[in-house]
Structures are given as structure tokens and as C-alpha cells.
């Protein structure tokens, strides 16, 4: 599979991510920090399952979380991506990431969901974008807000047996071009 940048930012590319990724991320799919709005780190199953998730997303979708590294060195900083998700019977683009708790609080989340965002509306030519953001993770919610998206609405998914209420951020297309130089 190819290394290429799918969307890349002043200091990290996307690519797509592969099965020789897999231990690298066990780093955040098996941290219970990085996992609190999944419920709980992933055992080795679940990972597995998340990687291949990936992979025929990308064949079937042609979108997925990708690998996210940093430029000059390349080394692995998380995932990060448009997924497509069912929301209140919508089809809908969403902007998704999760980093390695060791690269929290360096900007890198919002800078790659504003590039995902970008790449969504340029290359995907989605109509709107969105995050889907469980209410407890308002580190989250402060990148889609960050990133130009705004609450719309609360609504409930049901995983692992509970139900999570979530809160749902969108942008259009025409809220997006509005947007201009200053955010993109």
C-alpha cells in the first residue's frame, strides 16, 4: 500500500495505514486515556478488527482514518481521517482522529482535522463535513469548534452495551468556502 501523503499540513502527512502499522497503533487503541470516548482500551481482537476496518474502507468507500506522521522523521503520531457515518439517517463525512497520548497538547489534533476537513471538501467533494463527539470529550469538542464546525444537534449511539449520548458538529461546503484563507 502506498506511503503518498493523502493531505499533509505545515509538520505531518496522511497515508494510508497498513498491516505493519498495526503495533504502532496499539499505542492509542490500547491506551485507556486515548480510548475514554470508546469506553476503554482495545484488546488485540479489537484492534485487528479497527485496522481491517480501515483497510476495506478504503476499498469500499475510498475514504478511512489514515496514518498520520510527522514530517523529517516520519514518525507514527496517531490516525486521522474522513470516515463515512450514519447520523439521524444522514450519510455524512466526518472528520475523526486519535493520537498517542505523548502527542496531546501540541496542536497536532486540530491541525490535522483542519487538513482531513479540507481534504474532505477538495478531494472527496463532500456536500458537508461533520464530527460526531461523545459530550464528555470536550477536548474534541474544542477542535470542531477550532475547525470551523458548529453544534447541531444531540443524539444517542448505542456501543458496548451503553448508550452514549453525542452531540453533532457540522460545516457545509458554502460555510466552509466562506471560511476563506484565514482557517485553511
Partial sequence: MSRSPLFET???????????DRPLM?????????MY????????????AWLMKMLRRYEEEGCAL?????????????????TLQQVEGRVLHEVGYLLSKRFWHQDYATEAARAARDFAFESLNA????????V??????????RIGLKEELTFVKHYRGLVMPHKLYTLSRE????????SR
Fill in 37 to 48: 470516548a470508546y469506553e476503554g482500551a482495545f484488546d488485540d481482537a479489537m484492534v485487528d
Fill in 10 to 20: 505545515e509538520r505531518l502527512y496522511a497515508s494510508l495505514l497498513t498491516p505493519e
Fill in 127 to 134: 456536500p458537508l463535513v461533520c464530527a460526531t463527539i461523545r
Fill in 175 to 182: 460555510e466552509w468556502l466562506s471560511l476563506g484563507s484565514l
Fill in 26 to 34: 496499539c499505542e492509542q487503541l490500547q491506551d485507556p486515556q486515548v
Fill in 136 to 145: 464528555s470529550n470536550t477536548a474534541s469538542e474544542k477542535v470542531a469548534l
Fill in 66 to 82: 489514515y496514518a498520520l506522521r510527522r514530517k523529517g522523521d516520519g514518525v507514527f503520531v496517531g490516525q486521522c481521517g474522513i
